[in-house]
């Protein structure tokens, strides 16, 4: 059973920054890809950063040159660094770790910028 987990989420004025982190609890094996997807309500989910497990990464257009996500493949862990954010980046971010053409999801975590 693979456990998805996140942390880090908040309440921030624009502007400020913001680590959100995610562990994937798994035993013997690694993932392909791990990222992070944002959902506001009543909109679908949209992909933030992924990152594969042989460092290539992608970002939403939104994002480039504010976030950058980070991993540590040893550790199956992954870490969303937040900076400049806008009330535009309100949403609730979702941890992803996926193998082959399983995708595990954490729960979820609220990000919160307002002034």
């Known amino acids: 059973q693979v456990q998805v987990v996140e942390s880090g989420g908040g309440l921030v004025q624009p502007g400020e920054s913001l680590r959100l982190s995610c562990a994937a609890s798994?035993?013997?094996?690694?993932?392909?890809?791990m990222g992070w997807h944002r959902q506001v309500s009543g909109k679908q989910r949209e992909l933030v950063a992924t990152r594969t497990s042989s460092g290539i990464t992608n970002y939403a257009d939104s994002v480039k040159g504010r976030f950058t996500i980070s991993r540590d493949n040893a550790k199956n862990s992954i870490d969303l660094q937040m900076n400049n954010l806008k009330p535009e980046d309100t949403a609730v971010y979702f941890c992803?770790?996926?193998?082959?053409?399983?995708?595990?999801w954490g729960q979820g975590t609220q990000v919160t910028v307002s002034s």
């Open positions: 992803y770790a996926r193998r082959g053409f399983i995708t595990y």
């Open positions: 798994a035993s013997g094996f690694s993932f392909s890809s």
